[in-house]
């Protein structure tokens, strides 16, 4: 079916995308800004409350320090004062620790060992996270004879980062599975109501199919579209059965007479041609019988141009019920009929289904006022193969043969032989 409507112009930017990816697409971009966006909002307040923790920790190791190490400072006993260094460095999460006495001199320090770079960066974060060094005044006697100083050294930083970092693969796999089947069940949701329509829009444009109507959907926007295509269809097949049925009357107006309904000249020749060459494979005969109204003239002048018709009305009926179904009866024109009787089994049922003719025109036709009116036919009868080969030849073959009969006695019939051209002819010159 031509719609007449411009083709799409090609997508140059873009080869087209299938549905399936195009939402899962969708899916993984939205799966991924919120993941992002949760899982870093999660990881700064975790890590602001860690350093929280973290400071309070060491101010209260930094106080317990300065407790410890007291008598320790006050006799300025070094060896005390290394050992308790080194025992509260292996203990906490410290990168070194230090004690110095009122007047800045550092009587002990302990240095944790750094050797991977995985202990520098957790120095690096402690020092970025962390206010360091943390301090707590060593006080004896109400006055402060030295402080302590500790340096984190972000180990549990390091730790929270790498367990944060894989929860959040963890949920970057799971979600990507769910994205996964979210998409694939999404696709099927959409995609069903899609392909009806796609299906149906095939369909009627190929076979053209307009009967299909796409089913409910689920899906509100696919609901609405679908009611909006069934609507459509449904005008489409309206138009098409009202083209149809405008089609089929106007076919039968070029085919037929308007006042017998019979038909006409024109159907009757391509029927007799078609028929003919059957015949002519087949080898079998056919016979054209040509009828003309006797004095049908002064049917006309004396009853009036009504009457006249209702007697080619009632002729036409006449004739058709001495046939056979598949039998043709036409009306040529004017008061001219003619009958085409296929097969024909021999020219001996020609005229017998002629004689059954004129017998049946024998009873007047009943009229309104009652007039006393008897139809009359005069039948030319021509036989294929005998009187000619081509539609043309048959049909004035026969028309010369009823042309014989109205030159002798109206109302009879007549088979055709070829002295009736050369009498046609000389009665014509
Ligand atoms: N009522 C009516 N008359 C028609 C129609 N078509 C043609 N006629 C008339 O039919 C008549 C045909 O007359 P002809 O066949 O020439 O002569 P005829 O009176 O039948 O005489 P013969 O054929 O020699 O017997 C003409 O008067 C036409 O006007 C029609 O549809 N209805």
């Known amino acids: 079916m031509k719609t007449g409507a411009d083709p799409l112009p090609p997508l140059v930017d873009r080869p087209p995308t299938t549905l399936l990816l195009t939402l899962r697409r969708a ?35 930094a106080r317990s320090v300065a407790y410890t190490a007291e008598a320790a400072v006050v006799f300025r006993d070094e060896g005390a004062i290394a050992e308790a260094l080194e025992l509260i460095g292996r203990q906490e999460s410290l990168a070194s620790a230090a004690i110095v006495d009122a007047t800045g001199a550092v009587l002990g320090r302990y240095v944790r060992p750094r050797s991977t770079t995985l202990d520098r960066f957790g120095d690096r ?12 005044d060593i006080v004896y006697q109400g006055h402060a004879i030295g402080h302590v100083q500790l340096q984190g050294d972000g180990a549990g930083f390091v730790r929270f980062i790498f367990t944060g970092l894989l929860g959040l693969l963890g949920c970057l796999a799971l979600g990507s599975v769910a994205v996964w089947q979210l998409s694939r069940r999404s696709y099927r949701e959409i995609l069903q109501p899609v392909k009806e329509l796609i299906t149906m829009t095939h369909a009627a444009r190929a076979e053209p199919n307009t ?14 579209l679908g009611e909006d295509f069934n609507a459509l269809l449904g005008e489409i097949e309206a138009q098409q059965a009202q083209l149809h049925q405008e089609n089929k009357s106007l076919s039968h107006l070029a085919n037929h007479d308007s006042l017998t309904g019979l038909p006409n000249r024109a159907y009757f020749r391509r029927r007799l041609s078609r028929v003919l060459q059957d015949a002519q494979t087949q080898g079998s005969s056919i016979g054209v019988l040509y009828l003309d109204n006797d004095h049908f003239k002064s049917v006309n002048d004396q009853y009036g141009h009504a009457t006249g018709d ?34 024909l089994h021999n020219s001996d049922d020609a005229v017998r289904i002629a004689d059954k003719i004129l017998a049946s025109m024998a009873t007047p036709m009943p009229t ?62």
């Open 211 to 224: 009967s299909r109507r796409a089913p409910r959907s689920h899906i509100a926007e696919f609901d609405k």
């Open 368 to 429: 309104r006022f009652n007039e006393r009116i008897v139809p009359s036919v005069s039948i030319g009868i021509a036989i294929y193969p005998l009187h000619g080969s081509s539609s043309e030849q048959l049909l004035r073959a026969a028309d010369r043969a009823m042309y014989q009969v109205k030159a002798g006695q109206r109302g009879h019939k007549h088979i055709f032989s070829f002295d009736d051209d050369a009498n046609f002819l000389k009665e014509n010159n």
């Open 310 to 343: 209702a007697l080619l009305i009632e002729v036409a009926q006449r004739i058709r019920a001495q046939l056979r179904e598949g039998d043709v009866v036409a009306r040529l024109g004017g008061d001219e009929f003619a009958v085409l009787l296929a097969p």
């Open 125 to 136: 974060l402690a020092n970025l996270l962390l206010a360091q060094p943390t301090t707590s």
């Open 27 to 61: 899916h993984v971009r939205v799966a991924a800004v919120m993941l992002f966006a949760v899982g870093t909002s999660l990881m700064i307040a975790a890590l602001l409350a860690l350093r929280t923790s973290a400071e309070h920790n060491l101010q209260l190791v």
